[in-house]
Nanobody, 114 residues
């Protein structure tokens, strides 16, 4: 099983990035997908999640700025991040989970400069 994140980088405050996470080795459509992030010295937190049925959930700090989506045909989950703030700086991780399994990607760095 592999989850591979891409799309991170350095962006100025107010800018946008689109993260992608490609999955292989799993039946993607039966997994809920999530994006987590971990900033230095802080605990990993759930940023956004999307169920198998397409229902979404966001942490309050990103509501209205971030959008999670999934393409089951491409085995990919996305995180569109707009109006980025310096406090969004973190390593962003992709997660796939169902009742039995829980898989993680290695993460992609997002750095927002002020």
């Amino acid at each position: 099983v592999q989850l591979v994140e891409s799309g991170g980088g350095l962006v100025q405050a107010g800018g946008s990035l689109r993260l992608s996470c490609g999955a292989s080795g799993i039946i993607f459509s039966i997994y809920a997908m999530g994006w987590y992030r971990q900033a230095p010295g802080k605990q990993r937190e759930l940023v956004a999640s999307i169920t198998t049925g397409g229902s979404t959930n966001y942490v309050d700090s990103v509501k209205g700025r971030f959008t999670i989506s999934r393409d089951n045909a491409k085995n990919t989950v996305y995180l569109q991040m707009n109006s980025l703030k310096p406090e969004d700086t973190a390593v962003y991780y992709c997660n796939a989970q169902n009742r039995v399994y829980d898989y993680w990607g290695r993460g992609t760095q997002v750095t927002v400069s002020s």
